[in-house]
């Protein structure tokens, strides 16, 4: 158990919807990661927060916001889903700074039909 | 662009051989992490070298780190069926701590 914790752990919705995962960040680490796995990308870094301030964004769409609140929780929203958007999304959190490892949840596996 | 590149993509071994993975990268690190993923679970890191570190151990896992030809290795010994998984290295660029994954190494390990 990393002590990240991500719900829900599936989910199933249709084109055109929307989307809300939920990440609770390991007690005490400020950095929490989005990152998204899919069967023809690989493993992509999607964005980063700090301390409720955005840090570093990667290969993530426009249709897709997160935010890190004051409780240093994350949601990551998804908008106008495509069947391309179908993957597993993980969450990771670390103190912060290059030389702290990640700690991954287990992931939302979301279906988009 | 992804920035670590494992080799091989898939490997098989039987338990008790030893598995050697490679992982290349672009530009000039400050570290570079390696983490192994159970199928369809959250990664799980499993060690960290700095760029001024050639080889660090940890447990049955030894990895490498050559900075000038930008390549690292993860070598497990004496392997158990409980080490399938997949592998993937992440080099840490200058001024980031953002993971930058490989498309992974793919090990199975047979009783």
């Known amino acids: 158990d990393s002590g990240v914790t991500q719900t829900p752990k599936h989910l199933i919705t249709a084109t055109g919807q929307r989307v809300t995962l939920r990440c609770s960040p390991r007690?005490?680490?400020?950095?929490v990661y989005w990152y998204q796995q899919s069967l023809d990308q690989g493993l992509q870094f999607l964005i980063q927060?700090?301390?409720?301030?955005?840090?570093a964004k990667g290969n993530i769409l426009e249709r897709f916001s997160a935010q890190q609140f004051p409780d240093l929780h994350s949601e990551l929203n998804l908008s106008s889903l495509e069947l391309g958007d179908s993957a597993l999304y993980f969450c990771?959190?670390?103190?912060?700074?290059?030389?702290?490892?990640?700690?991954f949840g287990p992931g939302t596996r979301l279906t988009v039909t | 662009s992804q920035q670590g590149e494992e080799d091989p993509q898939a490997l098989s071994i039987q338990e008790g051989e030893n598995a050697t993975m490679n992982c290349s990268y672009k530009?000039?690190?400050?570290?570079l992490q390696w983490y192994r993923q159970n199928s369809g679970r959250g990664l799980v890191h499993l060690i960290l070298?700095?760029?001024?570190?050639r080889e660090k151990h940890s447990g049955r896992l030894r990895v490498t780190l050559d900075t000038s030809k930008k390549s690292s290795s993860l070598l497990i010994t004496a392997s158990r069926a409980a080490d399938t998984a997949s592998y993937f290295c992440?080099?840490?660029?200058?001024?980031?701590?953002?993971?930058?994954f490989g498309t992974g190494t793919r090990l199975q390990v047979f009783p």
């Open positions: 990771a959190s670390s103190a912060g700074g290059e030389t702290y490892e990640q700690y």
């Open positions: 007690s005490g680490d400020l950095s």
């Open positions: 927060y700090y301390n409720g301030e955005e840090r």
């Open positions: 530009t000039s690190i400050n570290n």
């Open positions: 070298i700095r760029s001024n570190e």
């Open positions: 992440a080099p840490i660029l200058h001024n980031t701590d953002k993971l930058i």
